[in-house]
């Protein structure tokens, strides 16, 4: 007998939703903000900074995409890159392209949300 991923098994690789995880949450949003200027300022450049944290991210998404569990590592940085990347995008457009901060930030909010779902 062949087994397959059903509904019930995609549901144990995330976190239960409560009172820990949105304190959590929110702490790996903030570092992933503060970690994208860090890197910014100090060692790649804006551009440089995007096209690293982009590719990490896509490689930390296919092994969690690929694993069969919730392992918190691995969901943890996945959430603290779109963080990061979120914000280097958002930066990307604003200062490189000249797109109006809030138009920006409607992506980036509209990106996070759609990644989170």
Known sequence: MKTTFSTIDMKNKVPEVTLYFWIIKILCTTTGETGADYLIENFFGLVNTAYIMSAIL????????????????????????????????????????????????????????????
């Open 58 to 117: 896509i490689a930390l998404l296919v092994g969690q995409f690929k694993l069969r569990r919730y392992v918190p590592t691995v969901y943890w940085l996945c959430v603290v890159l779109l963080s990061v990347v979120g914000t280097l995008a958002t930066d990307v457009l604003t200062d490189k392209f000249g797109v109006s901060l809030t138009t920006s930030s409607r992506s980036d909010i509209s990106t996070r949300w759609v990644c989170s779902v």
